[in-house]
């Protein structure tokens, strides 16, 4: 009865699983152009922002027509991987244009396919965008089997070290403490269970480069693609890492067997040794995993995962060790000797279980708050394999508290009678064992399910975008995203609507009420005729000038002067912060942690000297040490800003004249005849241009008004004819 009513979960739970699908795993955050935008113009290039880094190798953009056509590809910026992007040909027809995305996340090496469209001149019907949908069934296999494997590995260790030898450890055992059956059988689950991590492991890496390349399983063991995967990809070095850990444990636990007699004191060492390899093994799974593709604390997520994966190995890989050891530990006893023996072990297990009981819940729901709203429980797959999960964990604490109340009859009179009435010890530890491995392979789907794309993840904000004719020469100018932080620009220099090619352009950022400007930087040219270039000089909100010169090959340099309003809607946050209900888990969960291990504490106080005077002075000199730090930290902080002001102090005088074409003009007039003495070659004129970049707008207004070391004042002028000037003094300051 107990089997069948097993085997009927197990297939209820699996065609569950298997009709779960996806939406995304690491999600969209910016577009540029918006999906379904309606554009005036042909954009320079499209981007696409994402919550996690791309492997570059395997990520592409492809735009094409509805028929086809390709018209551009791209791939990963090589200055943020977590940005795709592609340059499009200039002057674009009015019509539809699909953007199809293959992304390669770095951070579990998920791959999915995403379609974006955008449209010039006008809405085109018929025409639609989306997001590849499914679980990878083989993915989720391997990763519950690779859990499974580790975990049932890690618990046998653990159950040897922190268990079974305490309790049934002896002297005349000198091969690990503990008769030779019990030990060649925990030899036997951990051989199996790293046998099975190597297999699979194995098979992981063929489906991640069939996955990677798109091709079949045939062609990647023909070519060797395999190879490429394991030595270019983050997912291979980690898997490297985690097959050599993997590998040495078993060389370990081999040697310990091999030697058992001949050297029976490297036993204990060796299984040791094993616990905390196993241990690292385990976290190779973290980082792998959803949660460095956290975007709120993916430090304390990654750690947290490791956490709960640790918990889980302790308890349930334990639990599926020592179901899988009683056989043989207890066969040669006679009856009480096999109950006493049983308890013994229980004994040690229970209270273990119960402090990784608290810790798994903790550290789970931290987890879940990183990615699960409690909308979404029901509305995503991932959100329905968490409830599955979490199924599957209550019944395991179900049988886990009446095994806890058999051994504490006194306590639990009522519940103590029913492990007897389900057939024993032995059969409701295999009940136990069987949950243990359903919760298991539950929480390997997990991890190959996509976590749901938060619903303010992708804020559409359109580009900062100008255009400036000077000269003849239309200037076209696209900011993206458009806030503080890194940006792209994309520039198009045109003459009559024809492209100008091999232009120098260079471009400068100005915040005039700070009176700071970053340093000239040079575009880089674009196969089509534009220009691009990335930097993060606008670093906060405000009025920014943008400064493009652009000198053609005929020697004609004409100067575009942009202004923008800068907010930071558009800032793209790669790390962003625990909101409270994450942050009240993550605290939950550090308590968790810090309750388990109370016998560490309780050790460390028998150690202590808890006088009142001892007390009295750790307690003063921790107080008086973090207030000294805290006052460092107010002084340290005081005195940078000091340091910031003194350095930039905010200006006196704020240029308020834009240094565009305009400008130049009126002050080159302005310049040749009232400020006569400003001559090239003049000892004034190089120091000067010595010190340009760090002379502001409100020294130069000052020079030309007072004089400066054989400069002479400028004739009479107004402010605003001043403004001129000096816009005017340091273009031909900079270029000669």
């Known amino acids: 009865m107990t089997r069948r009513i097993l085997l009927l979960t197990v297939l209820v739970i699996s065609g569950g699983l298997l009709s779960f699908r996806a939406s995304a795993h690491g999600f969209l955050v910016r577009a540029v152009p918006n999906d379904r935008a309606v554009l005036e113009r042909s954009p320079a290039r499209v981007q696409y922002w994402f919550s996690e880094s791309l492997e570059p190798a395997f990520s592409s953009l492809t735009v094409r027509t509805p028929s086809g056509e390709v018209i551009a590809e791209g791939g990963s910026d090589p200055d943020n ?184 004191e490297l036993t204990r060492p060796m299984w040791s040794a094993a616990v905390w390899g196993l241990a690292l093994a385990l976290g190779s799974l973290s980082v792998v995993s959803h949660a460095p593709g956290s975007r709120a604390a993916a430090w304390a997520a990654v750690i947290n995962d490791w956490a709960h994966l640790l918990t889980i190995a302790l308890w ?32 040690r297990f229970s209270p273990l279980a119960a402090a990784c009981l608290f810790i798994v819940v903790a550290t789970g729901v931290f987890s879940a708050s990183l990615w699960v709203r409690p909308a979404s429980l029901v509305a995503s797959s991932y959100g329905l394999s968490l409830l599955v ?199 939950l969960a550090i308590a968790a942690l810090i309750a388990a291990l109370r016998p560490v504490w309780r050790a460390l106080h028998r150690r202590l000297d808890l006088s009142p005077q001892a007390v009295t002075l750790v307690i003063v000199t921790l107080i008086g040490s973090g207030a000294a730090l805290l006052a460092g930290y107010a002084f340290i902080a005081a005195e940078n800003e000091r340091y910031l002001d003194t350095v930039n102090p905010p200006p006196q005088i704020v240029n308020p004249t834009l240094p565009d074409a305009g400008s130049l003009g009126r002050g080159a007039v302005l310049f040749d005849s009232a400020c006569a003495g400003w001559i090239p070659d003049s000892p004034g004129w190089e120091a000067l241009t010595a010190r340009l970049d760090r002379t502001r707008d409100e020294e130069l207004f000052v020079f030309t008004r007072d004089g400066f070391r054989g400069l002479p004042p400028c004739a009479t002028l107004t402010d605003a004819q001043r403004w001129d000037v000096v816009n005017y003094a340091r273009f031909v300051l900079r270029t000669g």
């Open 389 to 587: 999960k979490i199924a599957l964990v209550a019944a395991l604490i179900g049988v886990g508290a009446l095994h806890h109340a058999a051994l504490n009859p006194q306590r639990f009179e009522r519940w103590a009678g029913w492990v007897d009435r389900l057939g024993g010890w032995r059969h409701t530890l295999r009940i136990e064992a069987a949950f243990g491995v359903l919760a298991l392979a539950g929480a390997g789907w997990l991890t190959a399910t996509p976590v749901p794309v938060p619903p303010d993840a992708l804020i559409a904000v359109a580009p900062l975008t100008a255009e400036q004719t000077v000269d003849g020469l239309t200037v076209s100018l696209s900011i993206s995203p458009g806030g503080p932080g890194i940006n792209t620009y994309d520039a198009t220099v045109t003459r009559g609507g024809v492209p100008v090619t091999g232009a120098r352009v260079t471009i400068q950022a100005a915040s005039p009420e700070r009176d700071m400007r970053a340093p000239w930087s040079a575009f880089e040219p674009l196969d089509n005729g534009g220009y691009a270039t990335v930097n993060a000089d606008i670093d906060r909100d405000g009025v920014w000038w943008t400064l493009i010169d652009v000198t053609t090959p005929d020697g004609e340099t004409a100067r575009a002067a942009f202004t923008f309003d800068v907010t930071s809607d558009a800032t793209i946050e790669a790390a962003i912060p625990l909101n409270p209900a994450q942050a009240g888990a993550l605290v």
């Open 81 to 264: 991987t977590a940005l795709l992007s592609a340059t499009l040909p200039p002057n674009l027809p009015d019509g539809a244009y699909i953007a199809d995305l293959r992304l390669a996340f770095a951070s579990d090496g998920h791959v999915i396919a995403e379609t974006r469209v955008f449209f010039v001149g006008a809405e085109v019907a018929g025409v639609g965008s989306g997001v590849e949908t499914g679980v990878n069934v083989i993915e989720a296999v391997w990763r519950a089997l690779t859990a499974i494997g580790l975990i049932v590995s890690f618990g046998a260790a653990g159950l040897y070290a922190w268990v079974l030898r305490p309790a049934w450890g002896s002297a005349a055992h000198p091969a690990g403490a503990l008769p030779p059956r019990v030990m060649n059988r925990l030899t036997l689950i951990l051989a199996v269970g790293l046998g099975l991590t190597i297999i699979v492991q194995i098979a992981a890496l063929l489906q991640q480069a069939v996955t990677f390349f798109g091709v079949d399983f045939g062609l990647v063991l023909s070519q060797s693609l395999w190879g490429v995967v394991r030595s270019s990809t983050f997912f291979g070095q980690v898997w490297t890492a985690r097959m050599l850990v993997v590998m040495l444990c078993a060389v370990m636990i081999a040697a310990a067997f091999i030697n058992r007699r001949s050297q029976p």
């Open 316 to 347: 349930v890989g334990g639990l599926i060790a020592l179901v899988a050891v009683l056989p043989a530990a207890l066969r040669p006893l006679d009856r009480e000797s096999a109950r006493k023996a049983l308890l013994a072990a229980l004994r």
